[in-house]
């Protein structure tokens, strides 16, 4: 091969630096061109396609959903049709905004403001139709509040997970480490088989939009200390304390 390594070594040590086999890297690569190619104004669909690099319809067809989260025609149109259903409270580390597509829920933010949290979640999807919750949804927004009060206590809704590869590896990984426990960086990038994607690692972390669901915050420096949060560090602190208190 070109890199004097042959397949097997080449295959290994590319999974160790990116934490995803050849493959499921040059999918992950074709699914960022293809976000990127849906969103120049007044494509179409099946231009996105190729530029993105598949050469069959009905290949991208078959995976367009998965890499998007919805049909591509609604992610090319800012989430129009698409439906989310939300609800916004209060919980002990202040708003908090939990969002529900008819996979799962795939928003649950914490902040400040609840106004805030409500315009964020606008400029992701702003032709999606969203709506309010009603008593039902009401009671899933308890169910996650009182998750974020009693970790242990587990989190049994489905969960709409919006990612590339790696960082749906990443998520999964999270999801995995108990409740009291804590992972370095370099750790979880062990645990993935990709000891050298520690910086991957991190933006994976960064890019969780699930709050308390995917528990980033149970990732920590390698010295112990409290790394950045989406949420804020003193709300990364305020969780690994009650979690280590129980």
Partial sequence: MAAGLSP???????KEMTGLTPKAYAQAHRG?????????????????????GFNASSRFYDSAEA??????AQYRDGGAQARIVFAVGQCSLGALLVARSARGLCAIDLGDDPDVLLREMQDRFPRAELIGGDVDFEQQLAQVAGFIEAPRLGLDLPLDIRGTAF????WEALRRIPVGRTVSYAELA?????????RAVAGACAADTLAVAIPCHRVVRSDGALSGYRWGVARKRALLARESAD
């Fill in 8 to 14: 097997h070594q080449f295959h290994r040590r590319f």
């Fill in 32 to 52: 960022k061109r293809l976000r990127g190619a849906l969103a120049k104004p007044e494509v179409k669909v099946v231009d996105a396609a190729f530029d993105a």
């Fill in 67 to 72: 890499l998007l989260g919805m049909q591509p």
């Fill in 167 to 170: 960082q749906q590896r990443v």
């Fill in 190 to 198: 062990d645990l993935l088989g990709a000891p050298r994607a520690v």
